[in-house]
């Protein structure tokens, strides 16, 4: 069976465009359904179509209330029945209706090592504190920020000549290799969770 993967964007999508390569081969497991987003214009929605995939978007400013906003993204995941939603670069904090739908299957890359650095300047953070080692996680949403239980991390050393743009460059190279070995891996073997602990058979 190959696994239905929804991927939400919310910037230049060069983690969904690796899913997307990454899906090309039939041995993957997996296959990108659809793509949303919160905004219209976005690279990420570009690199959709041009892979013939469907998209969507909710904007938050269009809805009455949050809530409303949460229903309606739910309503637009479901719509596709994914086996599997990835968060990739989607900056918005989903909601009680999202999780209750796709609480355990709804995964997130971030570009620190959590619980370190969460939030959306992961890069930034971790040089102003002065670590040595950062790297990226992937982690199962929870209701928290970035607080979900850990599924992979990748380690990457903090060089003495980093800005913010070249350590979150080397990160997302790192980032988005691990979101396509553990997606994969997920969609073929499937995973468990007990507690705080991913296993991935
Ligand atoms: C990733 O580095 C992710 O960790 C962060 O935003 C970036 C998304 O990049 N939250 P892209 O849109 O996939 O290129």
């Known amino acids: 069976m190959t696994a239905r993967l929804v991927v939400l964007v919310s910037g230049s999508g060069s983690n969904l465009q690796a899913l997307i390569d990454g899906c090309a081969d039939p041995a993957y497991g997996a296959k990108v359904v659809a793509v949303g987003a919160d905004r219209d214009g976005i690279a990420g929605l570009e690199r959709a179509r041009r892979a013939e995939v469907p998209t969507f978007y909710a904007r938050v400013a269009d809805f009455e209330t949050r809530a409303a906003w949460d229903e309606r ?6 719509e596709h029945d994914p086996d599997l939603v990835i968060s990739a670069g989607f900056l918005k904090l989903v909601g009680p209706a999202f999780l209750a739908k796709f609480g355990g299957r709804y995964v997130n890359t971030h570009n620190a090592l959590l619980p370190s650095f969460p939030g959306i300047h992961g890069p930034r953070d971790a040089l102003a504190y002065g670590v040595k080692i950062t790297g990226a996680t992937l982690f199962i949403v929870d209701e928290g920020v970035d607080t979900g239980a850990i599924i992979a991390q990748v380690a990457v050393p903090v060089l003495e000549d980093d800005t913010e743009d070249s350590l979150t460059e080397r990160i997302k190279v790192v980032e988005r290799a691990q979101l396509v070995e553990h997606v994969g891996r ?6 468990t969770v007990q507690g705080r602990k991913v296993t991935i058979p």
Request: net charge negative.
């Open 186 to 191: 997920m969609a073929r073997e499937g995973w």
């Open 73 to 78: 993204l739910t309503e637009l995941v479901a």
